[in-house]
C-alpha cells in the first residue's frame, strides 16, 4: 500500500518538476505571464508531493512496516521513535529523499521569497533570472527524483517480509544524528540556490553583478549550514566515537570540506567583483565548482568507488550521480565559455598592496587547499589507474600540505579586512598593522619565554595574535571615533556599528571564530597527550597533572544494548575531581562492541578516558586516557562564527526593530 | 562557438574518465593474508548438539561460510544455495559448515528452518572462530581444499557462478 502509494507521489513529483521547468522556460521565451504563474503553481505542488513522499516513509518507519526493503533495513522494532524518525537519512535511499526534499523546499522558497516578479524590494533583474533559475532547481530535482525512480527507491518492496529489521548503525542512534546530517544536507542544498542564479545569468546574458546582489545572502546561510555542519560533526565523533580526535580526513569528510573551501573563496572574491567588476568569470568557476562538489562528494560516497567506512551502496546508482556530474560540469562550463565574450573583466589590479590582491592571495589558498584535498581522496583510484595498485594517502599528507596554507590564509585574514582597496598607503599599512603586528611578535616572544621551542606553535600563535589584533584594533578605532563624533557611549557606538555595517563586522566577527577555532586546533593537536595502561582495581595512572585509580567494574541492560563500565576517580594535583564511567557497549546485532567514552570537559582542556579492554570476571580493565589541552575552543570557534554570520545576514528591519526597543527600554 | 572555447567545458572529460575508471575496480577486494594459508583450526559446538573440529574434518574439502540471521538481505540471498550445494555435493565428500556469529540463538534457529539447513551449523561465542579467520562482516565464505590451506575468499553473498567454480576447485584438489 505504502509502496505503491509512495512510488507514485514520486513519479506524479517527477511529471510537475518537468512540467514546472519547461513552462517556467517557455514563459519566459515567450513573455507568457499565465505560464510563469502556473510553473510557479507547479513548483509549490512538486514541494506538497515531496512532503507527502517524506510522510508516507516516516510513517512506514515509525509504524515498522518491514514490508518495505528501506525500513527492514534502517529500523527495528527495539529503536526508539526519534532513531525510527532518523532512519529516513540512515541510508542511501532515504538520504536521496530527504535531499530532494530539501531541494524542493529551497525551490518553493525562491518562489515565495520573489512571488509576483520579486515584489517591489527584490533587487533589479531579480524578474528576468526567476525562470531559469526555476528551471535549474527543478532540473536538479529531476534528477534526484529520477534517480529515486530508476536506482534508490525508497518505497521498494521485500519479500519474505522480515520479522525485525537490521536497524541503524547503533553509532548513529544517537542525539547528533537529528542534527549533523540536517546541517550539512542543508548546506549542501543551499548552494544551489546561488548555482541556479549563477546559470540564470549566463543563460539570460546578464552576467554582471546582479544574481551576486540577488544571493548573497543565500549563499552565506548555505555556508553557515555547511560550516555548522561540519563543526557539528567533528564534535560529535570527539565526543562518540572513542578515538579521541574529531576529524580523519575520511573521503565523507573531505567530501564536505571541499564544498566549504570553494565555497568560502567564493563569498570572498564576490566581494571584488560587486566593487571593481572583476573576476566574473572566476565566481562563476567557484559557484560551479562549490556545487559540483557537493554532487561529486556525494557520488564518491554514494558509488563505492572508494573504500571508506562510510561509503556503501552499489548498483546505477554511482553511474547515475556520474553521469548527472558529467552533465553539470559540460552544462556549466559551456554557458561560460558560450558568453565569454560578455565576461570580460572591467577593472585591473592597481597594486599588489591591496585588499583585492590579499583577496585573490586568499581565493588560490583555499581553492590550494580544495586541490590537494581533492588529490589526496582521489589518490587511491589515481594510482590504481596508473600503477595498478590502490594506495591511499593518509593524515600526513593532508596534515603536511594544509598545514602551511592554513598558516598562509590565517596571515591574509589579519591582512584582508583592514588593507585599503585599490592601493594602500604606506600610511594606510602603517595606521593599521603596525600595532596587530607588534602584538604577535611580542606575544609569540612571550610564548618562547614561557618556554615553547615548537616553531609550529610560535608561527600559529603569532598569526592569531597578528589577526586578533587586527579585529580588536578595527573595532576599537571605529567605536572610538563614532563615540567621539555622536557623543555616545563607548556600548552604543559599538552597537550602532554592529548593527550600520553589519556585513563588515558580522564578517570580523566569523574570523574571530576562525580563529579561535584554528587556536583550538594547533594547540590540540601537538600538546596532546595520552596513555593507556592495564589497571588492577584500586590501581592508578597518572599522566600529566591528572591521575584516574581504577575501583572496579560493572555491568547492566541497556534498551538496545548490554553496557560494561568501568568506574574510574579522576584527580587533579592529587585532589579528586571527577568520577568518570567509560565504558563499551554490545549490540546484539554488530561484531564489535562499541565505545562509550567519557570525559571532563572544561575550556582549558578535556580529560578524556576510553576503556579498551577489560577482563571479564572484572579482575582488570585497560584504560586509556587523554589529555586534550584548549580542543573546547573548536567548539567556542564554531559558536563564534554562527554569531558572526548571524549578524551578517539578519534582515535590516529586524535588527532596527531590536535597537529600537533596546533603546525604548533604557529610556 | 569556438573549438578553443569548446575547451572549457571539455577539460572536465578526464576527471569524469577517472571516475567512471573507478566502476571497474574493487574496493572491496581486500586482499587476505589468509588466502593459501593453513586455515586455523577451530572446534564448534553444533546447534544440533554434536561436536565438529577442522581437524576432524581432514582430507575433505570445505565450505566455511560466516553468517548471522540479522544479517540481512545479503545472507538471505546465499542461504538457499548454500543449502543446495551441500545436497548436490555431499556425496562427493563437500563439507558444507555455517558458522552464526553474533547471533541470538532463537533468532538463528529460526533462520535454519526458515531454509532448511540440513549442513552443520554452530554459534561462534566471543567471536573466537571469526576473529581467527579475520572476518570483516557477514557474510564471507571460505574455501578449503583437502590439505586444509585455504583456497579462495569471498566477501558479500555468494553468487552460483563463484559457488559453483570454487567448489570444482576444491573438489578437483587432491
Keep these: ?667 | 562557438m569556438s573549438w578553443k572555447k569548446a575547451l572549457i567545458p571539455l577539460a572536465s572529460v578526464p576527471l569524469i574518465i577517472l571516475l567512471a575508471y573507478g566502476f571497474w575496480t574493487d574496493p572491496r577486494a581486500i586482499p587476505s593474508p589468509l588466502v593459501r594459508q593453513a586455515a586455523p583450526s577451530f572446534r564448534l559446538a553444533l546447534y544440533d548438539g554434536d561436536p565438529l573440529s577442522l581437524e576432524g574434518l581432514k582430507g575433505k574439502p570445505v565450505v566455511l561460510n560466516f553468517w548471522a540471521s540479522w544479517c540481512y538481505p545479503a545472507c538471505y540471498e546465499e542461504a538457499p544455495l548454500l543449502e543446495a550445494t551441500w545436497r548436490k555435493y555431499r556425496d562427493q565428500g563437500l563439507m558444507v559448515v555455517g558458522v552464526d556469529i553474533q547471533d541470538k540463538e532463537a533468532n538463528a534457529r529460526e533462520f535454519m528452518r526458515r531454509f532448511d539447513f540440513s549442513f552443520p551449523n554452530g554459534p561462534d561465542p566471543g567471536s573466537k572462530i571469526s576473529i581467527d579467520y579475520g572476518v570483516y562482516g557477514v557474510p564471507e565464505t571460505f574455501f578449503i581444499d583437502r590439505q586444509g590451506r585455504i583456497k579462495y575468499k569471498h566477501v558479500g553473498a555468494l553468487t552460483p557462478a563463484v559457488m559453483e567454480e570454487q567448489v570444482r576447485a576444491i573438489l578437483r584438489e587432491t
Excluded at chain 1, 257 to 270: C, K
Aim: aromatic share 12%.
Design chain 1, 1 to 667: 500500500m505504502i509502496s505503491t502509494l509512495g512510488g507514485f507521489t514520486l513519479f506524479l513529483a517527477l511529471g510537475v518538476t518537468l512540467y514546472a521547468a519547461a513552462a517556467s522556460v517557455l514563459g519566459a521565451r515567450q513573455g507568457r505571464e499565465d505560464w510563469l504563474a502556473s510553473s510557479r503553481n507547479a513548483v509549490l505542488a512538486h514541494f506538497c508531493l515531496v512532503t507527502l513522499a517524506i510522510f508516507l516513509l516516516e510513517y512506514a518507519l515509525v509504524t515498522s512496516d518491514f514490508s518495505l526493503r528501506y525500513v527492514a533495513n534502517n529500523s527495528t522494532r527495539a529503536s526508539l521513535t526519534r532513531y525510527k524518525i532518523a532512519g529516513l537519512w540512515g541510508s542511501l535511499e532515504g538520504s536521496i529523499l530527504l535531499w530532494e526534499w530539501l531541494q524542493s523546499l529551497m525551490a518553493a522558497l525562491v518562489v515565495a521569497r520573489y512571488s509576483g516578479g520579486g515584489g517591489s524590494e527584490a533587487p533589479s533583474g531579480t524578474r528576468q533570472l526567476l525562470p531559469y533559475v526555476q528551471a535549474v532547481l527543478q532540473g536538479i530535482s529531476a534528477f534526484f527524483l529520477i534517480l529515486m525512480a530508476f536506482g534508490a527507491n525508497p518505497f521498494a518492496r521485500i519479500f519474505p517480509v522480515p520479522p525485525d529489521g537490521r536497524g541503524l548503525n547503533p553509532l548513529l542512534e544517537v542525539t547528533d544524528m537529528l542534527i549533523h546530517p540536517l546541517l550539512l544536507y542543508l548546506g549542501y542544498v543551499g548552494f544551489s540556490v546561488p548555482y541556479a542564479f549563477a546559470m540564470a545569468a549566463l543563460v539570460t546574458g546578464r552576467p554582471t553583478e546582479e544574481w551576486l546582489r540577488i544571493t548573497r545572502r543565500w549563499t552565506v546561510v548555505a555556508w553557515l549550514f555547511l560550516t555548522g555542519g561540519i563543526f557539528y560533526g567533528g564534535w560529535w565523533s570527539y565526543r562518540t566515537l572513542g578515538w579521541g580526535g574529531y576529524w580523519a580526513w575520511d573521503p565523507v569528510e573531505n567530501a564536505s570540506f571541499m564544498p566549504w573551501l570553494t565555497g568560502t573563496a567564493f563569498i570572498h572574491s564576490v566581494m571584488i567583483q560587486e566593487r571593481k567588476r572583476m573576476l566574473k568569470v572566476w565566481n562563476l568557476t567557484l559557484i560551479t565548482l562549490t556545487f559540483t562538489l557537493v554532487i561529486f562528494g556525494t557520488f564518491l560516497t554514494r558509488s563505492g568507488i572508494l573504500g571508506s567506512v562510510h561509503a556503501f551502496a552499489d548498483g546505477p546508482v554511482g553511474m547515475m550521480f556520474l553521469a548527472f556530474l558529467a552533465l553539470v560540469l559540460f552544462f556549466s562550463f559551456g554557458l561560460v565559455a558560450y558568453r565569454s565574450d560578455q565576461l570580460k573583466g572591467h577593472g585591473e589590479l592597481d597594486s599588489i598592496l591591496s585588499r583585492e590582491s590579499a583577496f585573490l592571495l586568499n581565493n588560490l589558498v583555499l581553492v590550494g587547499i580544495c586541490f590537494t584535498v581533492f588529490l589526496g581522496t582521489i589518490f587511491p583510484l589515481l594510482s590504481e589507474a596508473v600503477r595498478g595498485n590502490k594506495i591511499s594517502v593518509g593524515t600526513p599528507y593532508f596534515n603536511k600540505v594544509s598545514v602551511p596554507l592554513g598558516m598562509a590564509l590565517l596571515l591574509l585574514m589579519g591582512i584582508g579586512p583592514l588593507i585599503a582597496w585599490g592601493r594602500a598607503s604606506l600610511n594606510n599599512l602603517k595606521r593599521n598593522f603596525l600595532k596587530p603586528g607588534l602584538a604577535a611578535v611580542l606575544g609569540a616572544a612571550l610564548l618562547y619565554a614561557l618556554g615553547v621551542r615548537q616553531v609550529q606553535v610560535l608561527v600559529a600563535f603569532g598569526l592569531c595574535f597578528f589577526v586578533i589584533g587586527t579585529i580588536v584594533f578595527e573595532f576599537w578605532v571605529a567605536t572610538r571615533t563614532r563615540a567621539r563624533m555622536m557623543g555616545e557611549s563607548v556600548l552604543a557606538a559599538f552597537g550602532t556599528l554592529l548593527l550600520k555595517s553589519r556585513r563588515r563586522y558580522g564578517g570580523l566577527i566569523v574570523h574571530l571564530g576562525v580563529v579561535i577555532a584554528i587556536l583550538g586546533i594547533a594547540v590540540s593537536s601537538v600538546y596532546k597527550v595520552e596513555r593507556e595502561q592495564t589497571l588492577k582495581p584500586g590501581d592508578r595512572l597518572s599522566l600529566g597533572r591528572y591521575s584516574v585509580r581504577f575501583e572496579g567494574l560493572a555491568a547492566g541492560e541497556r534498551p538496545t544494548h548490554i553496557l560494561v563500565w568501568a568506574n574510574l576517580q579522576a584527580f587533579r594535583d592529587g585532589r579528586p575531581l571527577h568520577e568518570l564511567m567509560p565504558g563499551q557497549r554490545f549490540y546484539p546485532n554488530q561484531q564489535s562492541p562499541f565505545a562509550s567514552v567519557d570525559a571532563r570537559y572544561h575550556w582549558s582542556e578535556d580529560l578524556y578516558v576510553i576503556l579498551s579492554a577489560f577482563e571479564r570476571d572484572g579482575s582488570s580493565a585497560t584504560i586509556k586516557v587523554i589529555v586534550n589541552p584548549m580542543i573546547s575552543w573548536i567548539w567556542i570557534g564554531g559558536g563564534v562564527i554562527l554569531l558572526g554570520v548571524l549578524v551578517a545576514v539578519l534582515p535590516e528591519r529586524r535588527l532596527a526593530l531590536l535597537a529600537l526597543r533596546a533603546k525604548a527600554q533604557v529610556a
